[in-house]
């Protein structure tokens, strides 16, 4: 199966969703050095059709185009199993804890 076509409208779509979701700015992320280097890894915690990698990638591309966005398989993924680190990523702590949300709203 061909990997579905990505939206020509990705980075407008992903921009509105981080100026809906962060803002000006994340006021918990302000507790965080700006200079810390972070790393979260997205695990699935039911079972779960994940589909949104473009706009994963894009979210953590947008806050730090340093982010390096490592995925644990292909995506799209049906019934994906509980407890499987689908994805890991490591960029400035401040934008993993800001891009957070935009990026588990675009996952499933």
Do not use: H
């Not at 990505?6 to 980075?11: E, F, G, Q």
């Not at 699935?44 to 994940?50: D, F, K, Q, V, W």
């Not at 806050?63 to 990523?89: H, K, Y």
Request: proline share 9%; with cysteine; aromatic share 4%.
């Amino acid at each position: 199966m061909p990997p579905p076509r990505t939206p020509d409208d990705l980075a407008e779509s992903v921009r509105r969703a981080l100026v809906e979701d962060v803002g000006s700015g994340d006021l918990t992320a302000t507790l965080i050095p700006a200079t810390r280097r972070g790393t979260a890894t997205v695990i699935t915690r039911e079972r779960a059709i994940l589909c949104g990698r473009p706009y994963v990638d894009e979210v953590f591309r947008q806050l730090d185009p340093g982010v390096v966005v490592s995925w644990n398989g292909p995506v799209p993924v049906r019934g994906a199993t509980p407890d499987v680190v689908i994805t890991f990523v490591a960029a400035s702590a401040v934008k993993v804890w800001s891009g957070n949300t935009s990026a588990s709203n675009a996952a499933v």
